[in-house]
Structures are given as C-alpha cells and as structure tokens.
C-alpha cells in the first residue's frame, strides 16, 4: 500500500505553508489532489501520491518504484 500524503507532509515536502496547498488544490492550481467541501462548509482534501510524484519528483515509501528494486 502507498503511504498516504497529509497536507503538513506535501507543505513540508514543497516549502510552503499548509494554507497554500489547501488553497492551491481547492482552487485547481495544484493538479495534486481534490477537495470535497460538506454541507456544514467543512473541506477535506486528498493528494493522490502518484499526482504528487509527478508534480514533485517526491517518492513515498512503499510506493510500486520502491517495490520493483
């Protein structure tokens, strides 16, 4: 199973604040991940670790490149 890439992970990993991956991905600038906004205004988001590779160059442990070695 691929590790999972919180906000404060992906923030960390790119050098920026965790509002601004919020924003970006909720916005469409980052072609990381989705938002999905409830209907009490609560969003939650999701970067897919392939998407986040691609976009950063950044393998997750346990993702299928570190299987095939």
Not at 24 to 38: E, M, N, Y
Request: contains cysteine; hydrophobic residues 35%.
């Amino acid at each position: 199973m691929v590790n999972k890439i919180t906000i404060k992970k992906a923030a960390s990993i790119m050098g920026v604040s965790e509002l601004y991956v919020r924003e970006a991905i909720s916005q469409g600038v980052l072609p990381i991940g989705c938002c999905i906004t409830g209907k009490h205004g609560k969003r939650s988001f999701y970067i897919s670790p392939v998407k986040f590779a691609e976009w950063t160059g950044y393998k997750a442990e346990g993702s299928e490149d570190d299987k095939a070695n």
